[in-house]
């Protein structure tokens, strides 16, 4: 089944009361650990890839690298933010390659990271957090990109990096 379909069902298995509780999702590390090989496993098939071309239209990436003092000096709902903006500004970037790109293998590739990033956008955007609803509007790091195996790097790193760091945050207060 398609790993967006998994988070997804994951997701909805675990609403309560018309609010998303990430207890198991976060709780459970082989979750994470999945989809830190999956996003692996699509960077290593998209550099696999016969001749993609470089993108006409480069793409505008989050800088994702973490500074781990930093890191845990924030809030939970700061670093969700962060990951928000972070996501937002990759899924767009992923439609705009998705336009550029016409091989069938990247496109395949591209429509996969698609789905798993935005999987990823919408479970924040829904946990019930008590400051309220996430809104767009944010501006974070960024940079440009030709190269689609980049897009695929920076979704593994930022699964790798904050996103896993960000779990095992909130598993502290959740996983009792």
Request: glycine share 6%; aromatic share 8%.
């Amino acid at each position: 089944s398609p790993p967006g379909l998994f988070l997804l069902t994951s997701f909805l298995l675990h609403m309560e009361d018309g609010r998303a509780n990430p207890t198991r999702l976060v709780c459970d590390k082989r979750l994470i650990q999945k989809y830190i090989e999956e996003a692996k496993d699509m960077e290593k098939r998209a550099g696999q890839c016969q001749a993609l071309p470089a993108l006409s239209c480069p793409a505008v990436l989050p800088l994702v690298d973490i500074n781990l003092q930093q890191w845990k000096s924030k809030s939970n709902e700061t670093k969700r933010r962060e990951i928000l903006c972070d996501l937002a500004l990759l899924v767009g970037a992923v439609m705009g390659a998705q336009d550029q790109v016409t091989q069938e293998c990247g496109t395949k590739q591209l429509s996969q990271l698609y789905r798993q990033a935005n999987s990823f956008l919408l479970l924040l955007q829904t946990f019930g957090w008590e400051a309220g609803p996430w809104e767009p509007g944010c501006s974070p790091r960024s940079m440009e990109q030709t190269h689609i195996t980049g897009i695929f790097l920076t979704y593994q790193q930022l699964v790798q990096g904050k996103l896993r760091f960000f779990f095992h945050d909130l598993a502290k207060d959740l996983c009792k």
